[in-house]
């Protein structure tokens, strides 16, 4: 089994920026596509980034592109979200999540959460005004 443990959350003013990292442990040297989500109180999960397996491709929700950069270190089996120009609407928690090479392709960024095998706790990350 695949554990996924987020860090790096915090309180931070508009305009900051936060690295959240992602570790994954049990069997995380066969994960596929890996991605981050975030929901804020009362709203549904939405999807922020993911990347493929290999590192090559990369997808962003709209709102953050430009602002938001995700890596993997597959070496370290750790997943990275460069948080920059922080907006007060970025307030949320973040989860990380994971595919497992069953019924994915190796080089398709999955952005929905359902083809999300495996799922972190999340971290706070809440943006000031």
């Known amino acids: 089994q695949v554990q996924l443990v987020e860090s790096g959350g915090g309180l931070v003013q508009a305009g900051g920026s936060l690295r959240l990292s992602c570790a994954a442990s049990?069997?995380?040297?066969?994960?596929?596509?890996m991605g981050w989500f975030r929901q804020a109180p009362g709203k549904e999960r939405e999807f922020v980034a993911a990347?493929?397996?290999?590192?090559?491709?990369?997808t962003y929700a709209d709102s953050v592109k430009g602002r938001f950069t995700i890596a993997r270190d597959n070496a370290k089996d750790t997943l990275y979200l460069q948080m920059n120009n922080l907006k007060p609407e970025d307030t949320a928690v973040y989860y990380c999540?994971?595919?497992?090479?069953?019924?994915?392709?190796?080089?398709?960024?999955?952005?929905?959460?359902?083809?999300?095998?495996?799922w972190g706790q999340g971290t706070q990350v809440t943006v000031s005004s």
């Open positions: 999540a994971a595919c497992s090479p069953a019924n994915h392709s190796i080089v398709v960024v999955y952005t929905r959460g359902e083809e999300y095998d495996y």
């Open positions: 990347i493929s397996r290999i590192g090559i491709g990369t």
């Open positions: 049990g069997r995380a040297g066969s994960l596929y596509s």
